[in-house]
């Protein structure tokens, strides 16, 4: 027959303790770092998502607010995205706003070209529309609005080159 150890001070057996196995520790630590980059990417996916549908609801809301305006007023009336980026502090993100902007009517000739006079039609931030920043990451490309040599000049007016 097989003899039980008990200590010496209480009376209980002395069981052996399980302690895990650094194999069996990696495994674990590997199975959670796997899990933490799925659910990191799919929030990132997640939030680029989000950001995508709150510009186009900002676009697309801005648009109505130009309409209704060129309804009323009955003007010429637009939007412009007009970028902010610093090319000297390149961690900072693009930053694009929308202005609703409406026509003054006033023309000009600027430069001329093989096909003839280049025409610039000067236009207005329209009084009581805010202008929209649209969330960080979105980016907008077209074509310059402003008229060569004058970048960075234009601050209540925007001149839109025909």
Do not use: C, W
């Amino acid at each position: 027959m097989h003899a039980e150890r008990t200590s010496t001070t209480s009376g209980a057996p002395i069981r052996a303790l399980r302690a895990f196995t650094i194999v069996e520790l990696l495994v674990v630590i590997g199975v959670i770092g796997i899990l933490s980059l799925l659910t990191t990417l799919g929030a990132r996916r997640l939030t680029a998502g989000s950001r995508l549908a709150s510009a186009t609801n900002a676009v697309t809301s801005a648009l109505g607010n130009a309409r209704a305006a060129a309804i009323k007023d009955s003007a010429v009336t637009g939007i412009v995205f007009r970028a902010t980026y610093d090319p000297a502090k390149p961690q900072l993100p693009q930053h694009v706003e929308l202005i609703t902007i409406r026509s003054t009517g006033e023309r000009s000739i600027f430069g001329t070209t093989s096909i003839g006079a280049r025409m610039v039609e000067r236009y207005r931030p329209v009084l009581g529309i805010p202008s929209t920043v649209l969330p960080e990451g979105i980016k907008v490309g077209g074509p310059m609005y402003d008229p060569p040599g004058s970048f960075g000049s234009i601050s209540s007016e925007l001149v839109l080159a025909t």
